[in-house]
């Protein structure tokens, strides 16, 4: 699903008109993007967590070189759902 088509969705489920959607969506994504370069992480029950983790510096190697370098350490955002989420994916039936 697209974010145009996530638009189309809500618009559909709420009635509410497209420009205030599309509003509330870019909204959104820009305060999980602001939060997450901050190292905050938001939390929305029973849908999971947006956050940032440390990846570890390591040892790379180019094989067709036969070289090695070092790959430094960076932050990169995760996501994490939440219970609920798994369990409703788990059980659903749509393939």
Request: glycine share 6%.
């Amino acid at each position: 699903m697209t974010k145009a088509e996530l638009i189309n969705e809500i618009i559909e489920d709420t009635g509410i008109d497209r420009t205030t959607v599309t509003a509330t969506i870019e909204s959104f994504m820009k305060q999980v993007k602001n939060a997450t370069i901050d190292g905050e992480t938001i939390f929305l029950r029973g849908f999971g967590s947006f956050g940032s983790k440390k990846r570890a510096a390591k040892l790379a190697r180019n094989i067709s070189a036969n070289t090695a370098l070092l790959v430094p350490a960076c932050k990169i955002p995760s996501f994490k759902p939440a219970k609920e989420f798994v369990t409703a994916v788990k059980e659903s039936t749509k393939e």
